[in-house]
Nanobody, 117 residues
Framework: QVQLVESGGGLVQAGGSLRLSCVAS????????MGWHRQAPGKQRELVAG???????VYGDSAKGRFTISRDNTKNTIYLQMNSLKPEDTAVYYC???????????WGQGTQVTVSS
């Protein structure tokens, strides 16, 4: 079955950095667009960053200039490097996968990121 397993979340002070990872299994990884959404308490889930199967990237407004998404197709893994973290970045970060030529989509279980002021 399909699994997306996130890791790398934790507690960090404002201004610090974290790198999230998401390892996918059960899919043909290089045929999937991948990315990250996040959801803070009481708020809607929002796009953080996405990376297409061909490598193009897209960022949500909150991530531009601070976060970088990348993928390693040899490891079935995507990464989210988060720098200059702010308390408002506190959320559960979810990895997602969407088939580039199908409607199939999957979510990970999420990883908590907490930024203290």
């Amino acid at each position: 079955q399909v699994q997306l397993v996130e890791s790398g979340g934790g507690l960090v002070q404002a201004g610090g950095s974290l790198r999230l990872s998401c390892v996918a299994s059960g899919i043909t990884f290089d045929r999937y667009h991948m990315g990250w959404h996040r959801q803070a308490p009481g708020k809607q889930r929002e796009l953080v960053a996405g990376i297409l199967s061909g490598g193009s990237t897209v960022y949500g407004d909150s991530a531009k200039g601070r976060f970088t998404i990348s993928r390693d197709n040899t490891k079935n893994t995507i990464y989210l490097q988060m720098n200059s973290l702010k308390p408002e970045d506190t959320a559960v970060y979810y990895c997602y996968a969407i088939g580039s030529s199908s409607s199939s989509g999957y979510w990970g279980q999420g990883t908590q990121v907490t930024v203290s002021s």
